[in-house]
T-cell receptor, first 116, second 109 residues
Framework: ETGVTQTPRHLVMGMTNKKSLKCEQH?????MYWYKQSAKKPLELMFV???????ENNSVPSRFSPECPNSSHLFLHLHTLQPEDSALYLC???????????????FGEGSRLTVL | GQNIDQPTEMTATEGAIVQINCTYQ??????LFWYQQHAGEAPTFLSY??LDGLEEKGRFSSFLSRSKGYSYLLLKELQMKDSASYLC??????????WGAGTKLIIKP
């Protein structure tokens, strides 16, 4: 139990569907992240929210849309995805030191996404 | 460019010692991190080095040489539960983590 909860754990969707991934952290942290993890590839940072404000968008396609309504919740809205988007999507949180990332991230167990 | 290299897979014997190496080339340096990820589970933080030398934490130690762009994770008295992937990550000048692809460690009895 890492204090970061992700739902759903597994999701299968067609290319025309719209779905959302949800992340909630119970650690009182002020930064939250979305990562993509594909087999045998490095973790890919997708989005960063510091103090609820988006500070990073690493050239992620617009079919992925993040939402951070408050410092404890983070969503990833998905629409018209492609089969190559199938992966494990990890949410993480951390406590910033000032405005700097300390590097100690607390991850959720991920949402395994399969796009048919 | 930014690059983190670590072996894809390693095998070791229960009770033995294993060293997992990581080399990095990134824009800026603000620390070298190791995470452990068991299959189907969340990555968890193991260690952090910002100065050269060895940091020991129980059975696990992490070493850093900034001049060589090199780190290793040393696991002693291996246990079956140490079977996992070990992720090396460097924090760049923007305070973002640049990750390696991970080393899958297989422990055999």
């Amino acid at each position: 139990e890492t204090g970061v909860t992700q739902t759903p754990r597994h999701l299968v969707m067609g290319m025309t569907n719209k779905k959302s991934l949800k992340c909630e952290q119970h650690l009182g942290h002020n930064a939250m992240y979305w990562y993509k993890q594909s087999a045998k590839k490095p973790l890919e940072l997708m989005f960063v929210y510091n103090f609820k404000e988006q500070t990073e968008n690493n050239s992620v396609p617009s079919r992925f849309s993040p939402e951070c309504p408050n410092s404890s919740h983070l969503f990833l809205h998905l629409h018209t995805l492609q089969p190559e988007d199938s992966a494990l999507y990890l949410c993480a949180s951390s406590q910033l030191d000032g405005f700097a990332n300390t590097g100690e991230l607390f991850f959720g167990e991920g949402s395994r996404l399969t796009v048919l | 460019g930014q690059n983190i290299d670590q072996p894809t897979e390693m095998t070791a014997t229960e009770g033995a010692i294993v060293q997992i190496n990581c080399t990095y080339q990134t824009s800026g340096f603000n620390g070298l991190f190791w995470y452990q990820q068991h299959a189907g589970e969340a990555p968890t933080f193991l260690s952090y080095n910002v100065l050269d030398g060895l940091e020991e934490k129980g059975r696990f130690s992490s070493f850093l040489s900034r001049s060589k762009g090199y780190s290793y994770l040393l696991l002693k008295e291996l246990q079956m539960k140490d079977s996992a992937s070990y992720l090396c990550a460097n924090m760049d000048s923007n305070y973002q983590l640049i990750w390696g692809a991970g080393t899958k460690l297989i422990i055999k009895p």
